[in-house]
Each structure stands twice: as structure tokens, then as C-alpha cells.
């Protein structure tokens, strides 16, 4: 290689446009869609048939994973002598800020979760975390029966036999990663469909493909 | 010997001490300040503030087990270069709870070297929304979202390599549920809303009894 | 980057990231298209701004073609082919600038910087010599040089981001910097070998 070559590659080298030129790219594109033909009613039914195949077989394996575990939920009942060690949250329809535990389901983490409430200090984990409802983002209860129900979201009990039992601390820290990340995502969801809500109603295209 | 010894850890021991703080300075570069926030503890209807530092995560990804459902796989995969996970949200119960400095302090921050915005909506009804990576070279190492809405402010800053793609196919998948979080273990219940309420209604019966006298 | 099992390379993991983001982008999903965007927009942004020399004009150009590729985004098959597809559109929407302004900035001889002594303002001043120099060229000329010094790119790559057969694209290259050479080396009274 030269010393031209070299001195052309220093000249030439590629420079970064400014900070926010992707955001700017985003305003445009908002600003200013170009409005596209709407699409006839067949090809929005065609559309519907034009998911990848490999997405059809990720619906279909999850619907089918679904109708499993809801059966399997439905038809055993939970063994008396088996420890649930997993945190449980009760949900009282249409009062999702309910502080009140479903009665009789008190739980040792619940009961260190009342503790809480009192304001002693939790040991092991960093900061405090307090919460609410999101209420932004928790849509209404319209459960019918009206009767408090228990959402467990622990491990099935095989795997849990063969595997060491966490402790709590260690729990509580996922639980709290999770919400955290939750948060994040449906946040970031938000902003997205902020963008797309936005776009002039006149000019906003039918996505032909949906995610 | 000994003041050779000596001679070498004076030369080495700053040296690896300058490593150790630009280490931590460059993983602390995406941290957002989010403290001017606090005041707004006691004014908000409702609070919601997570810390989630590296020791946590830690902890948390050894009780996830990728084998145990594809959604936990997913969260170890996220978490894997995670260092950080910063949350504020406020709610309020009516428009025009906070001010636009407070607003501005966060996104003052936003501007500041290294971090690129890659989305910057303006909404009259949703309200202002701010989202901005900090890359290093081609990887994310953090992420800020900036949502200031009508009744509701929400700070969120992550620090770490992120997926932000997957990242948002989360939203729905951890098997909690959407409300009802706080009956959670670790959780403490912070709800002004709530707390005013048990003194209004403890003034009801009073004044009732005092009426027909 | 790490993944959950083994470890895959630095640009494996882009590709796949890439490539995840204009699926979704393709679907409606503004934010994996700000990643797109955020990925490539030095690129396209630096070929706009050495070709025309003028930042914002680059800024603008840079900003329709990522337009440009918003409405295309389905027709983008691959990762590789959305870099193609970006050099290409820049490089032909910048020639296609400069036509329309039907400006050809001329520098002479003489606005070229006199030797200097030997530090590093001598080598910001060359780069900055060479650039008004390559400036000069014609346009395609122009774009086979920036290309090839900007890109990486060999001659049979340029031929097809800039739809001209190879031998047209060498024989660009070798005038330009002889050329080059030339104008170097007599105002700057050193060779570039």
C-alpha cells in the first residue's frame, strides 16, 4: 500500500452525523408518509395468510402449550403435603390496588411481605422497592365470579425436587428483576405505539405484514 | 528487596487503581441521576422506583433456569449482560403534577456525551417521549427512556449490553401478572391514594353521629 | 457478545441483530428501524459529505435515503444487501445532487497548502489538501475514489454499487491518483509514492 493510499484512507475516513440524526430520520418519516394505496379487502385477508410458516408452527405450538398447562391446572388439585415455596400473588378483581391477601392463603412470603408493609427492612437486597399497581399499564379486572384467585408462577414440582430450593433473597431478587424489566419493555412498547398512533390518521397505512 | 517491593507497589498500585476507576467510570458513563426525582415520592399518587444493581441480577439469573420454559431462557439471555436496571415512575392524578424543569433535568442528561437518540416523539395528547442508547463501538451498553406524560412520568435507564429487541418481546412473558404485583415478596405497598383514605372515612362515622345532635 | 450457548462472533451477532431489525422494521417497528438507521448512517452520511462537501446538504441527503429505504424495506433481502443498497442509493443520489447544482468547485493550484513543517498539522493538512483535490474529479471519478478509500471496496464491488464495468472503475482509479500524485507533489514539493 502506498503512502497515498494511506494518506487517502486518514482523508477519507468516515465521519458521524450528528447526535440526533436518527431521531430527525424518525420525525420525517412521520411527518411526511407518503399515503399508500389502502388495500383491498382481500389483500388484507391474504395478508393474514401470509405469516411465515415458522410463525404459524410458534402460534400453534404456543395455543397448544396453553390448553396444556390450563388443563393440567384444572385437573390437579394441589397436594397437601407438597410446600409451595413459590411467591404467590393475589389478584381481587376490580381493585387491583387490594393490599388484602386472599384469606386463608397466607404463605410465609406473605407473611414477610406484610412485615414489609410495616416498614422493617428487608435483608440482603439493595435499595428499597416500592410499588403500586402500575396502573398505566393494568387493565381493568373483568374476571367473572368475582371470587379472589391465586396465580402461581412457580416451577412444577418435579424440577423443583431435584433441584436445591432457592432462598428467598433470591427470589424476591428475580421477582424484582422481572418487574423491572416489565417495566422497561412495556415502556418501550409505549413509545412505539406512540409513534405509530401518531402518524397522521389519513395517511396511516395498513401494515400489510403485522408482528 | 523490601524497598524494591515497595518501590514497585507505588508504581503499580496507582496504576491499577486508575484501571479499576475508569472501569467503573465507563460502566457508570450510562447511569442516569434520577434523585432531584424523590421529591415526588410524596406528592405522587403512586411510586414506583426499582434499583436493580449488578449483585441482584446476579442473583436473580441463579434461581432462572433456561430449561425450565423458553421465556426464562429468554430472561437469562437479556440479563446476561445486564449491570443495571433503573426505574422511576410517578402517577398522578391530575395533569400538570410536575414541571417541565423536571422533565428537562432528566433529558439535559440525555444530551451529554455519548448518548444518540433514536427516537424523539412529541405528542399534544400522549405527551413527550425520549429514548437514547449510548453505544460502544457497535454494542448498547445503556439505554434511557424519557416518558413524560399527562399524569405520569417515567424514567428508565439501563445499563449493560442490551438486546432492545428482545428486550421488548418481554412485555406480557415473565409470568407475573400485569397488576397485583404488590403482594410480591420484597415488595413494600406505596400508595398515597391509599393511605389517605382510611382518614376520610375514619372522619365519616364521627361527623355522622354528630349531625342528628 | 455472549450468548446463551457458546459464544458467537462480534459480527455474527450484528448480522443476526441487523437482520432481526429489518424484519421487524419491514413489519411497522419505527424503533428497530432507528437501529438500522443508527447502524449504517455513518456511512451513508460520510459518502453524501465527501462527495459534496457541505454538511448540511450531506445531512439531507443522508436523511432521504434512509427515507428512500423505509418505503424498500421489503425489498431488502439480507443484511449485506441493505449495505449495498444503501452505497448504491447514496452514491447515485450525490452524483445526482452535484449534477442538479451544476456546481464544480475548482481549486487551483494555488489554494492548495504550502509545505509545511513536520507535525501533525502537516497531516490534517494534507487530508485536507487531498480531499479538495479529490474534490476536483469529476463525479464518477469522484465517488470511485471515496468509495475505494471510504468502503474497503475492490474495483468489481464499486462496478456494482455504481453500475460501471470494472475496467471503467480501474482506469477512474488510476487517472484519479495519478492525478493526485501529480498535484501533490508539486505544491507540497515531497512524492507520494
Excluded: C
Amino acid at each position: 500500500m502506498s503512502r497515498l493510499d494511506d494518506e487517502l484512507k486518514i482523508a477519507f475516513q468516515r465521519q458521524e452525523p450528528p447526535a440526533d440524526f436518527a431521531a430527525h430520520v424518525l420525525a420525517r418519516l412521520n411527518e411526511a408518509s407518503v399515503p399508500q394505496a389502502r388495500p383491498t379487502v382481500w389483500q388484507r385477508l391474504a395478508s393474514v395468510f401470509a405469516m411465515p410458516r415458522l410463525g404459524y408452527a410458534a402460534v400453534g405450538a404456543m395455543a397448544l402449550l396453553l390448553i396444556i398447562i390450563g388443563i393440567a391446572l384444572l385437573r390437579s388439585p394441589r397436594p397437601a403435603g407438597v410446600e409451595n415455596n413459590a411467591p404467590q400473588v393475589a389478584i381481587s378483581p376490580g381493585n387491583p390496588a387490594s393490599e388484602k391477601p386472599a384469606a386463608g392463603n397466607a404463605t410465609p412470603e406473605q407473611n414477610a411481605s406484610d412485615k414489609l408493609k410495616s416498614g422493617q427492612p428487608e435483608d440482603g437486597t439493595n435499595a428499597s422497592l416500592s410499588s403500586t399497581t402500575a396502573g398505566h399499564h393494568a387493565e381493568p379486572s373483568s374476571r367473572p365470579g368475582g371470587s379472589h384467585r391465586l396465580i402461581s408462577h412457580r416451577a412444577p414440582v418435579v424440577a423443583q425436587q431435584s433441584q436445591p430450593q432457592p432462598s428467598a433473597e433470591a427470589l424476591a431478587a428475580k421477582e424484582k428483576v422481572l418487574f423491572a424489566l416489565q417495566i422497561t419493555s412495556e415502556t418501550l412498547n409505549d413509545v412505539q405505539r406512540v409513534i405509530s398512533d401518531d402518524r397522521p390518521q389519513d395517511e396511516k397505512p395498513e401494515p400489510v405484514q403485522k408482528r | 528487596m523490601k524497598s524494591q517491593t515497595r518501590r514497585f507497589l507505588k508504581i503499580i498500585l496507582p496504576g491499577l487503581l486508575l484501571v479499576a476507576l475508569a472501569a467503573t467510570a465507563s460502566a457508570q458513563d450510562a447511569r442516569i441521576q434520577m434523585s432531584q426525582l424523590d421529591r415526588f415520592n410524596d406528592l405522587a399518587d403512586k411510586v414506583i422506583s426499582i434499583d436493580v444493581n449488578e449483585s441482584l441480577i446476579n442473583l436473580a439469573k441463579s434461581v432462572l433456569n433456561p430449561k425450565r420454559s423458553p421465556n426464562e431462557a429468554k430472561i437469562i439471555d437479556i440479563l446476561s449482560g445486564l449491570k443495571g436496571v433503573y426505574v422511576k415512575r410517578f402517577e398522578f392524578d391530575k395533569e400538570g403534577s410536575y414541571a417541565a424543569a423536571d422533565v428537562e433535568y432528566i433529558r439535559s442528561q440525555l444530551s451529554g456525551p455519548g448518548w444518540e437518540h433514536i427516537a424523539n416523539v412529541r405528542s399534544k395528547r400522549e405527551g413527550s417521549y425520549d429514548v437514547v442508547l449510548m453505544y460502544e463501538g457497535t454494542i448498547i451498553k445503556g439505554l434511557a427512556v424519557l416518558a413524560a406524560e399527562p399524569r405520569a412520568l417515567t424514567v428508565v435507564n439501563v445499563i449493560g449490553a442490551i438486546d432492545l429487541a428482545k428486550l421488548r418481546d418481554l412485555e406480557g412473558n415473565f409470568g407475573i401478572p400485569k397488576f397485583g404485583l404488590e403482594q410480591m415478596p420484597g415488595i413494600t405497598v406505596h400508595d398515597n391514594r391509599k393511605d389517605k383514605q382510611p382518614q376520610d372515612e375514619q372522619k365519616k362515622p364521627q361527623d355522622e353521629q354528630k349531625k342528628p345532635q | 457478545m455472549v450468548g446463551w450457548e457458546g459464544t458467537t462472533t462480534l459480527e455474527q451477532a450484528t448480522e443476526a441483530r441487523i437482520e432481526q431489525a429489518l424484519a421487524r422494521s419491514a413489519a411497522g417497528d419505527q424503533l428497530a428501524f432507528a437501529e438500522i438507521v443508527r447502524q449504517h448512517q455513518g456511512m451513508v452520511f460520510s459518502l453524501a459529505y465527501h462527495f459534496l462537501r457541505d454538511r448540511w446538504l450531506a445531512e439531507e441527503l443522508a436523511q432521504e435515503v434512509f427515507l428512500n429505504l423505509h418505503q424498500n424495506l421489503s425489498a431488502i433481502k439480507s443484511p449485506a444487501h441493505l449495505t449495498f443498497w444503501l452505497r448504491k442509493v447514496t452514491a447515485h443520489r450525490s452524483i445526482d445532487q452535484t449534477r442538479r447544482q451544476k456546481v464544480r468547485p475548482q481549486v487551483s493550484l494555488d489554494d492548495v497548502p504550502e509545505p509545511a513543517a513536520h507535525h501533525v498539522e502537516e497531516d490534517f493538512m494534507l487530508s485536507e489538501a487531498l480531499r479538495r483535490l479529490v474534490e476536483t474529479l469529476p463525479e464518477k471519478a469522484r465517488m470511485v475514489i471515496i468509495l475505494r478509500y471510504q468502503e474497503d471496496l475492490e474495483p468489481a464491488e464499486i462496478s456494482k454499487v455504481l453500475d460501471m464495468p470494472v475496467n471503467t472503475v480501474k482506469s477512474h482509479l488510476r487517472r484519479s491518483l495519478a492525478l493526485l500524485r501529480d498535484k501533490l507533489s508539486r505544491s507540497l514539493g515531497e512524492a507520494l509514492v
